[in-house]
């Protein structure tokens, strides 16, 4: 499959939001407007997007709810479920260990690792704060897809390391550097300033 | 000035911090490489994104490193700061009211707001958890130009209408509903379980 941008990625996840809301109304179809207006774009936009994957439209009819939300799934890789370690039990791994978005989505958080003492063995959500020096230990026999890195900068690149010699092949980051990882490893930066700093832009150039 | 891509004004950003980092080790120059990796990006993609504002650099010189941060900064609207009110005081809204990424960006968050009076008149990081129900009153006479709201989704679109009218004029939204503001109202959404689909997604398809 040809590499598709992750602007394109965001607003495949953004139109099967809508698509399910669509499908839990007993909706049979649904037109590119109707997914434009939900993915923030425009209808030549959507069927742009969802032409890279086949064709599912038919003129004046538009896309079949289920057919499409199945196929974005598929694209999604959502046809199954993710394990899922978050790394940092502190406010932002508190914040993520207890969201309620990710299982609804398939991403299971089975591990919290910290390396305070005073946090491993508390208890969240029915999972145990690990101790992080036992990372290797505890992940090695089924190590996750997915780790999320919710640490400061210091330590993240060698935690990193550490994930991915294990056997992670996913990192979301929020710590706040650029993390060196072989090619066949994804990371996703996630850096709160930097959201507000595309509203900064926006206020400056209105 | 024409419309730039949210995905160009997230490398705009990523790019200033690097000439940050360079400008505190007194480096002088840098090339488009060196932010091409940053931003992880090529060389061709740093030269387009910088021509949209004008020429910088010089061929087999690379960029001078101060003029280029300063005039991100300057399109970036960094060059002042901004008040940011916080709407609910749960995790997320913690993990905010804590995060030292923003003042360092000149994003300083002066309200927090909740609904449940058992947080209401709490002090967090030396903000009082203020009544929701007040918050016309306490933002009327000086209203921040962004606000951060961390709710769930039931609500979240009152609560903006609100915020607009007393004149919010940028919102971040955690809650996962899309909220309908004005035209001239900035709207970022962030979704957690959209960030880790863009994992997924690079699983699935690798």
Do not use: C
């Amino acid at each position: 499959m040809r590499r598709i941008a992750e602007s394109t990625v965001r607003r495949l996840s953004l139109y099967l939001r809508f698509l399910e809301e669509f499908e839990q109304q007993g909706a049979a179809t649904v037109s590119s407007a109707a997914l434009a207006q939900r993915g923030g774009t425009t209808s030549a936009q959507v069927r742009k997007d969802l032409s890279f994957f086949g064709s599912f439209g038919k003129r004046g009819l538009g896309y079949a709810v289920p057919e499409l939300a199945q196929r974005l799934r598929d694209i999604l890789g959502l046809q199954r479920a993710y394990e899922v370690a978050v790394i940092g039990a502190g406010k932002i791994g508190s914040a993520l260990v207890h969201y309620g978005g990710f299982p609804t989505r398939g991403f299971n958080v089975r591990w919290v690792f910290d390396r305070d003492p005073s946090k491993v063995g508390a208890s969240w959500n029915g999972l145990y704060v690990r101790d992080v020096a036992q990372l290797e230990k505890d992940l090695a026999a089924r190590p996750p897809e997915i780790a999320i890195l919710a640490i400061p900068g210091e330590g993240a690149q060698a935690v990193a390391e550490r994930l991915v010699r294990v056997g992670v092949r996913a990192l979301l980051n929020f710590a706040p550097v650029q993390l060196a990882v072989p090619d066949d490893v994804a990371v996703k930066n996630v850096n709160m300033a930097l959201e507000l700093e595309t509203l900064s832009y926006a206020l400056r150039n209105r």
